[in-house]
């Protein structure tokens, strides 16, 4: 990607991570009441629940579609589990709506996090390495659904929505300059100049969302068990991490603002409660570890990957050393050294049963069978998966795993069966259709692959490519009778689908 493409990409992004945080008045219930504040109905009117739903959709079908978007299942499982145990002691921070919350990662080795409207929270690579405890992660987590809760964005939006065009409009202007001038000075200075106003106006924020966000936060974190310490010491992180900066301050820093006041309210609320310790879990460990290589795969940032979970087995902690020995397995695999890779994982799992009793591990299972895939051990990785697929059975990582070793064994009529299940279970992921779309190519039914390719576009929100994979499915030659019937119902909800949303984007 171009220097410029990704600069501007960038900027599109802390738009949107900006949003949360623009000027907002302060709500005397958020203050002094532990219950969520109900926002005036005037607010409300300026972006429904339901509306801020829609555009935190549409802003993550681009985001699933960038290189740093992490779709690694191990770490969105965890991310997405850790998330949920933090909502299930607050629910009511759902909202009106009953958000469903999505929390996933990004490649950067900034320490930033951001939320999106509707529910979508994003952690980077480089914070989850940052996080030295389990706590310190939920604090930012936490952090942020705060701000989810607080329906900042909205409140945004019904009060100071032109100030949040203004970065958009530059990037925008920069992308036509650079077009007609082919690249060159003007483009940047563009966009310098509405970054340069946008983060001016950053800086302005107001304080009382992000205090609005640190105090439910902080009540999420107590509540769910967590060392509420962990909030101050990730905050004095970022504080020192920012001084450490000669051309630059860490992007966490510039939409969330950190303020010595801010801080301090945090210590005297730690005050006044109990002091809670709480071990971290060994998961948390191991995502670390696998963040490590998924930030990076280069050959040189394997080697330094490598030297750093080195360092941890001469801690001798027994997690530590755990989740080095996964670490360690990881960079074999990269390397291709599989049989390496299974050694180093069966010590990981023989450290964990010594340290936490936890052996049986849904994240040392997937990385299991990823070794035994890539070494061509089908039929090991299918007996492998069945098995995990029974201790873990909610695990959506563990159930691809397992059509991916039937598809690797040769059982394809056994792979097509598992997924069609599968997705009448999970109407919502466009992954089954597509492992369903492979294998059915692999069989030459011709019609059913590009059917499957059309539910696949359609739950990626990319309706036009959806159509067209239905066009080509009608004309196969395979297409039975009832194939076209299917297609004509298809064809139908898609194009009155697609009709709407264009009907909408006049509206705006």
């Given at each position: 990607?171009?220097?410029?493409?990704?600069?501007?990409?960038?900027?599109?992004?802390?738009?949107?991570?900006?949003?949360?945080?623009?000027?907002?008045?302060?709500?005397?219930?958020?203050?002094?009441?532990?219950?969520?504040?109900?926002?005036?109905?005037?607010?409300?009117?300026?972006?429904?629940?339901?509306?801020?739903?829609?555009?935190?959709?549409?802003?993550?079908?681009?985001?699933?579609?960038?290189?740093?978007?992490?779709?690694?299942?191990?770490?969105?499982?965890?991310?997405?589990?850790?998330?949920?145990?933090?909502?299930?002691?607050?629910?009511?921070?759902?909202?009106?709506?009953?958000?469903?919350?999505?929390?996933?990662?990004?490649?950067?080795?900034?320490?930033?996090?951001?939320?999106?409207?509707?529910?979508?929270?994003?952690?980077?690579?480089?914070?989850?390495?940052?996080?030295?405890?389990?706590?310190?992660?939920?604090?930012?987590?936490?952090?942020?659904?705060?701000?989810?809760?607080?329906?900042?964005?909205?409140?945004?939006?019904?009060?100071?929505?032109?100030?949040?065009?203004?970065?958009?409009?530059?990037?925008?202007?920069?992308?036509?300059?650079?077009?007609?001038?082919?690249?060159?000075?003007?483009?940047?200075?563009?966009?310098?100049?509405?970054?340069?106003?946008?983060?001016?106006?950053?800086?302005?924020?107001?304080?009382?969302?992000?205090?609005?966000?640190?105090?439910?936060?902080?009540?999420?974190?107590?509540?769910?068990?967590?060392?509420?310490?962990?909030?101050?010491?990730?905050?004095?992180?970022?504080?020192?991490?920012?001084?450490?900066?000669?051309?630059?301050?860490?992007?966490?820093?510039?939409?969330?603002?950190?303020?010595?006041?801010?801080?301090?309210?945090?210590?005297?609320?730690?005050?006044?409660?109990?002091?809670?310790?709480?071990?971290?879990?060994?998961?948390?460990?191991?995502?670390?570890?696998?963040?490590?290589?998924?930030?990076?795969?280069?050959?040189?940032?394997?080697?330094?990957?490598?030297?750093?979970?080195?360092?941890?087995?001469?801690?001798?902690?027994?997690?530590?050393?755990?989740?080095?020995?996964?670490?360690?397995?990881?960079?074999?695999?990269?390397?291709?050294?599989?049989?390496?890779?299974?050694?180093?994982?069966?010590?990981?799992?023989?450290?964990?049963?010594?340290?936490?009793?936890?052996?049986?591990?849904?994240i040392f299972a997937n990385l299991s069978i990823e070794i035994k895939l890539a070494a061509a051990h089908a039929a090991d990785a299918v007996e492998e998966a069945e098995t995990a697929r029974t201790q873990f059975p909610l695990s959506r990582g563990l159930a691809y795993q397992y059509a991916q070793a039937l598809t690797a064994a040769g059982r394809l009529d056994d792979a097509t069966r598992f997924l069609r299940d599968q997705t009448q279970l999970y109407r919502q992921e466009p992954k089954l259709y597509e492992q369903l779309a492979s294998i059915y190519a692999a069989q030459g039914k011709q019609a059913q692959q590009h059917m499957a390719l059309a539910e696949s576009y359609a739950l990626a929100g990319t309706l036009p490519s959806a159509l067209e994979q239905l066009s080509i499915a009608r004309r196969a030659p395979d297409a039975s009778f009832y194939d076209q019937a299917v297609i004509d119902a298809r064809e139908r909800e898609m194009k009155a689908k697609r009709k709407e949303e264009l009907q909408d984007k006049k509206?705006?």
């Amino acid at each position: 990607m171009k220097p410029l493409s990704r600069l501007l990409r960038t900027t599109l992004l802390a738009v949107l991570c900006g949003l949360p945080l623009a000027t907002a008045p302060a709500i005397s219930a958020a203050q002094g009441h532990p219950n969520l504040p109900n926002l005036g109905d005037t607010e409300r009117e300026e972006l429904s629940p339901l509306l801020e739903r829609k555009l935190g959709d549409e802003i993550m079908r681009d985001i699933r579609r960038d290189r740093d978007y992490l779709d690694d299942a191990p770490l969105l499982e965890y991310l997405n589990n850790f998330g949920s145990g933090l909502l299930a002691v607050r629910p009511d921070v759902r909202g009106e709506a009953g958000y469903d919350f999505f929390f996933f990662a990004v490649r950067d080795p900034a320490l930033n996090a951001f939320a999106l409207p509707g529910g979508f929270i994003a952690v980077h690579s480089g914070l989850i390495l940052a996080a030295q405890t389990e706590s310190e992660l939920a604090s930012v987590m936490a952090h942020e659904i705060g701000h989810v809760a607080q329906r900042h964005i909205a409140r945004m939006l019904g009060k100071r929505h032109q100030d949040a065009l203004i970065p958009l409009a530059s990037a925008v202007l920069a992308i036509l300059s650079a077009r007609a001038n082919n690249g060159g000075d003007a483009p940047m200075a563009i966009l310098a100049g509405g970054q340069g106003l946008a983060l001016q106006r950053q800086l302005n924020f107001s304080r009382d969302a992000e205090r609005e966000a640190d105090r439910v936060g902080f009540q999420i974190l107590g509540e769910a068990g967590f060392d509420t310490s962990g909030m101050v010491a990730f905050f004095g992180r970022l504080q020192t991490a920012a001084r450490s900066y000669s051309d630059a301050v860490p992007p966490f820093l510039l939409t969330h603002p950190l303020t010595t006041e801010r801080i301090a309210d945090i210590q005297a609320r730690i005050r006044s409660q109990r002091y809670k310790q709480r071990a971290d879990s060994l998961d948390f460990h191991l995502i670390r570890a696998r963040a490590r290589i998924l930030q990076d795969g280069s050959p040189q940032a394997l080697r330094d990957a490598a030297a750093v979970f080195d360092n941890q087995l001469a801690q001798k902690i027994r997690t530590q050393t755990a989740a080095a020995q996964y670490g360690l397995a990881l960079v074999a695999l990269r390397q291709g050294a599989y049989d390496k890779a299974q050694s180093l994982l069966r010590q990981g799992r023989t450290s964990a049963a010594a340290g936490q009793g936890a052996s049986s591990n849904a994240i040392f299972a997937n990385l299991s069978i990823e070794i035994k895939l890539a070494a061509a051990h089908a039929a090991d990785a299918v007996e492998e998966a069945e098995t995990a697929r029974t201790q873990f059975p909610l695990s959506r990582g563990l159930a691809y795993q397992y059509a991916q070793a039937l598809t690797a064994a040769g059982r394809l009529d056994d792979a097509t069966r598992f997924l069609r299940d599968q997705t009448q279970l999970y109407r919502q992921e466009p992954k089954l259709y597509e492992q369903l779309a492979s294998i059915y190519a692999a069989q030459g039914k011709q019609a059913q692959q590009h059917m499957a390719l059309a539910e696949s576009y359609a739950l990626a929100g990319t309706l036009p490519s959806a159509l067209e994979q239905l066009s080509i499915a009608r004309r196969a030659p395979d297409a039975s009778f009832y194939d076209q019937a299917v297609i004509d119902a298809r064809e139908r909800e898609m194009k009155a689908k697609r009709k709407e949303e264009l009907q909408d984007k006049k509206k705006d």
